[in-house]
């Protein structure tokens, strides 16, 4: 992640979109006439890749460097970091938080604020709903056609058509 260089363009779309696009009113509200157009315009011009009818919410909070599938949903209030993928037919809940980086915490005999970053990517694949409040963190993959209950924390990769809850999330059932 770190080093990578955004194009004038792409950073300009970007720092429209969050000091406007992403403050405009939720897509729900009825005086919120054309405002899906304009934050999906904003994102598609500002992120790495963005597929057909995206679908960005209020306060999405958002690195360039994601990539989102077509039919997908960025939820209210959520916060998705750089590495990330993100399918198609994606619905994401509100205040989702999807994570690439955690602290380092392997030396006792610094203070953890001064040890390293560690980075790994997350990939989310096709079909997937994403409740309310669920935590993502780094490295993990979310399998096609799975559904992450309200208020998980997947530390783990997600089979296809798992229904995961719970902290750490664990499977519950399977949607076959």
Same mark, same amino acid.
């Given at each position: 992640?770190?080093?990578?260089?955004?194009?004038?363009?792409?950073?300009?779309?970007?720092?429209?979109?969050?000091?406007?696009?992403?403050?405009?009113?939720?897509?729900?509200?009825?005086?919120?006439?054309?405002?899906?157009?304009?934050?999906?315009?904003?994102?598609?011009?500002?992120?790495?890749?963005?597929?057909?009818?995206?679908?960005?919410?209020?306060?999405?909070?958002?690195?360039?460097?994601?990539? *989102?599938? =077509?039919?997908?949903?960025? @939820?209210? %209030?959520?916060? $998705?970091?750089? #590495? +990330?993928?993100? /399918?198609?037919?994606?619905?994401?809940?509100?205040?989702?938080?999807?994570?690439?980086?955690?602290?380092?915490?392997?030396?006792?005999?610094?203070?953890?604020?001064?040890?390293?970053?560690?980075?790994?990517?997350?990939? *989310?694949? =096709?079909?997937?709903?994403? @409740?309310? %409040?669920?935590? $993502?963190?780094? #490295? +993990?993959?979310? /399998?096609?056609?799975?559904?992450?209950?309200?208020?998980?924390?997947?530390?783990?990769?997600?089979?296809?058509?798992?229904?995961?809850?719970?902290?750490?999330?664990?499977?519950?059932?399977?949607?076959?």
């Amino acid at each position: 992640m770190k080093g990578r260089k955004l194009s004038f363009k792409r950073r300009f779309f970007f720092l429209i979109y969050h000091l406007v696009g992403k403050h405009l009113p939720p897509t729900h509200m009825p005086y919120a006439v054309g405002v899906k157009q304009f934050r999906d315009f904003l994102v598609r011009n500002s992120i790495n890749s963005a597929g057909k009818n995206l679908k960005i919410e209020s306060n999405a909070n958002i690195s360039p460097f994601i990539e *989102v599938g =077509d039919n997908s949903m960025l @939820g209210e %209030n959520c916060r $998705i970091y750089g #590495g +990330v993928v993100i /399918g198609k037919d994606v619905l994401m809940g509100p205040d989702v938080h999807i994570l690439t980086k955690n602290h380092v915490a392997d030396r006792i005999d610094i203070p953890i604020n001064l040890q390293d970053e560690m980075y790994a990517p997350v990939t *989310v694949l =096709d079909d997937v709903w994403i @409740g309310t %409040n669920v935590i $993502i963190l780094p #490295g +993990v993959i979310v /399998g096609a056609h799975s559904i992450l209950a309200a208020g998980a924390v997947v530390t783990q990769n997600v089979p296809e058509y798992a229904i995961v809850g719970g902290i750490p999330a664990k499977i519950i059932k399977y949607r076959r």
